[in-house]
């Protein structure tokens, strides 16, 4: 994996949170140690809105440093950030306070994430409801003609 499939892939991973209710400016910077995916980009909270940038971000108010299976965990929301820093497996820099802020950001994801997948059932029952509503006028209707 590429430094650019690994971006690429987190940012969909992020971009997904709902940070709208966040009104604070949240900067941070996640450094990635791995040979073929290493580097660094950013996760900005600015205005309500969430930002995820290929860069550096010097004026961060904190940085993340781990292997790229740890970010997929931690992007993904089956290892808990605070639990992989106790671990030792997820390095953390600058403000402490803030970083922790990292934690809702990806609760925000998999709120958004549960929300959209029961939307998608919901539509899913009403288009499964109407076709049967109108194969049964369909049906009605044939059966009328065919009586005549």
């Known amino acids: 994996m590429t430094y650019a499939d690994l971006f690429y892939e ?12 966040i009104h604070e400016h949240l900067a941070f910077q996640f450094n990635i140690e791995d040979e073929e995916a290493g580097g660094a980009f950013y996760v900005e ?3 309500g809105v969430l930002y995820v940038e290929p860069y550096e971000y010097y004026d961060r108010d904190a940085m993340f440093i781990c292997a790229p299976d740890v970010l997929f965990c931690i992007a993904d929301g089956t290892m808990d950030p605070v639990a992989a820093f106790t671990e030792q497996k997820l390095r953390v820099e600058g403000n ?13 994801k998999k709120n958004a994430a549960q929300e959209k997948s029961i939307a998608k059932k919901a539509a899913e029952k009403v288009v499964d409801t109407v076709a049967k509503t109108v194969a049964k006028k369909v049906v009605e ?3 009328k003609k065919g009586k005549k």
């Not at 987190?10 to 209710?21: E, L, N, P, W």
């Not at 402490?96 to 609760?107: F, N, Q």
């Open 10 to 21: 987190i940012k969909g991973k992020f971009m997904g949170a709902d940070v709208s209710d």
């Open 96 to 108: 402490i306070e803030k970083a922790l802020r990292l934690k809702e950001i990806i609760e925000m």
């Open 141 to 143: 209707k044939e059966t």
């Open 45 to 47: 909270v600015k205005d």
